[in-house]
């Protein structure tokens, strides 16, 4: 059990807005920035976002990050088939004392 | 190019031991934080543990601590996962990756390729 939340999957057509959540809690995303990785098949995870919505320089900006309360979202544009990957949400919690991480999101480009 | 490579994976027998290393090159090994990550076979991203830039900072995951010590050589640019009492559960890709800051609190950029831990009997 994940102590951030996220759906198991997700599913898009080229060319489609698709967004995933992330949902922790007051120590976790409630006060600290949230981070995307991306994962794809067979390679190990990539920085997407980093302090809650920015773009690390190489990342099209059809990828856009967001927070609000405990919650964060992935919002993807403009899908393409190259975005079929894994994606987790990951936020430093005060209470644990250590990283945490979503789940992780099967996206699945049709 | 900034570049961390993992070594020291392999098949180990429940309650043995084994010491995972993760060499750094093409960036200032010494002001950087860095952490170890795994990923059970099909499974998600779980954080391992961390150690803040000059190593006076030590963090670890509940499911490891205890068993699990993280140190680092920065004359040689190297990090290190010495891992004990190893269980069946430990079985995963672990990976060694770079943190944004000195303390460990931002983000990881980059990750190694990972090296696989099997434990079985």
């Known amino acids: 059990q994940s102590v951030l939340t996220q759906p198991p999957s997700a599913s898009g057509t080229p060319g489609q807005r698709v967004t995933i959540s992330c949902s922790g809690s007051?120590?976790?995303?409630?006060?600290?920035?949230v981070i995307w990785y991306q994962q794809l098949p067979g390679a190990a995870p990539k920085l997407l976002i980093y302090?809650?919505?920015q773009r690390p320089s190489g990342v099209p900006d059809r990828f856009s990050g967001s927070k609000s309360g405990t919650s964060a979202s992935l919002a993807i544009s403009g899908l393409q088939s190259e975005d079929e990957a894994d994606y987790y949400c990951?936020?430093?919690?005060?209470?644990?004392?250590?990283?945490?991480f979503g789940g992780g999101t099967k996206l699945t480009v049709l | 190019q900034v570049q961390l490579v993992e070594s020291g994976g392999g098949v180990v027998q429940p309650g043995r031991s084994l010491r995972l290393s993760c060499a750094a090159s093409?960036?200032?090994?010494?002001?950087?934080?860095m952490h170890w990550v795994r990923q059970a076979p099909g499974k998600g991203l779980e954080w391992v543990a961390l150690?803040?830039?000059?190593?006076?900072?030590?963090y670890y995951a509940d499911s490891v601590k205890g068993r699990f010590t993280i140190s680092r050589d920065n004359s040689n640019k190297k990090l290190y996962l010495e891992m004990n009492s190893l269980t069946t559960e430990d079985t995963a890709v672990f990976y060694c990756?770079?943190?944004?800051?000195?303390?460990?609190?931002?983000?990881?950029?980059?990750w190694g390729q990972g090296t696989l831990v099997t434990v079985s009997s």
């Open positions: 990756a770079r943190d944004a800051s000195g303390s460990g609190y931002n983000w990881f950029d980059p």
């Open positions: 093409g960036f200032t090994f010494s002001s950087y934080a």
């Open positions: 150690i803040s830039y000059d190593g006076s900072n030590k």
């Open positions: 007051s120590s976790n995303i409630g006060s600290n920035t």
């Open positions: 302090n809650t919505n």
């Open positions: 990951a936020a430093w919690d005060d209470s644990l004392k250590g990283w945490v």
